[in-house]
T-cell receptor, first 113, second 113 residues
Framework: DTAVSQTPKYLVTQMGNDKSIKCEQNLGHDTMYWYKQDSKKFLKIMFSYNNKELIINETVPNRFSPKSPDKAHLNLHINSLELGDSAVYFC????????????FGQGTRLTVV | GENVEQHPSTLSVQEGDSAVIKCTYSDSASNYFPWYKQELGKGPQLIIDIRSNVGEKKDQRIAVTLNKTAKHFSLHITETQPEDSAVYFCAEHGSSNTGKLIFGQGTTLQVKP
């Protein structure tokens, strides 16, 4: 029973395309996140939603737009994909507040060609 | 600013030896310090964490120490086994309630049988 699941696991697409990554958590958590892991394995937060409300936006280009239809789902839509967007994107969730163990999904490896 | 420095970037040990990974953070208001293990093709998974009111925490073969004055915290793995081979990340969580984690650069640990 997967706690944080994201789809797809792999995504290969051409420059200029628009793509979406979906994430769902069944942990009952209030807060969900998107992290980006670059080719050097550096993990950096992109967005955070708490109960469907955006609370963190880490100066990510406007081409990235998160959407949270409910607190169990957080999707990431990327417009006009660029080569530099190639990375592994991780969805995560936590209860939020000071109890902040974050549970990560298995990642989506995005390759822009 | 928010910054976590992690060393070393790679670490190779013989099975049975100990491994130590060190991190330094900059935000004096940080109060939660988790360690994550990332195996190949998977998302990061929490292995141990420590809060600012505790100096040391142990869980079987792994332990974490925290020196708030020096803003240092370290992960110690004893009696290493080949299955400990992975990338390890330290992180800090500041005083805000956003759940945002600032990660170190990661340490690739290789345990040779």
């Amino acid at each position: 029973d997967t706690a944080v699941s994201q789809t797809p696991k792999y995504l290969v697409t051409q420059m200029g395309n628009d793509k979406s990554i979906k994430c769902e958590q069944n942990l009952g958590h209030d807060t969900m996140y998107w992290y980006k892991q670059d080719s050097k394995k550096f993990l950096k937060i992109m967005f955070s939603y708490n109960n469907k409300e955006l609370i963190i936006n880490e100066t990510v280009p406007n081409r990235f737009s998160p959407k949270s239809p409910d607190k169990a789902h957080l999707n990431l839509h990327i417009n006009s994909l660029e080569l530099g967007d190639s990375a592994v994107y991780f969805c995560a969730s936590s209860q939020g507040g000071l109890v902040t163990e974050a549970f990560f999904g298995q990642g989506t490896r995005l390759t822009v060609v | 600013g928010e910054n976590v420095e992690q060393h070393p970037s790679t670490l190779s040990v013989q099975e049975g030896d100990s491994a130590v990974i060190k991190c330094t953070y900059s935000d004096s208001a940080s109060n939660y310090f988790p360690w994550y293990k990332q195996e190949l093709g998977k998302g990061p998974q929490l292995i141990i964490d420590i809060r600012s009111n505790v100096g040391e925490k142990k869980d079987q073969r792994i332990a974490v120490t925290l020196n708030k004055t020096a803003k240092h915290f370290s992960l110690h793995i004893t009696e290493t086994q080949p299955e400990d081979s992975a990338v390890y990340f330290c992180a800090e969580h500041g005083s805000s309630n956003t759940g945002k984690l600032i990660f170190g650069q990661g340490t690739t640990l290789q345990v040779k049988p």
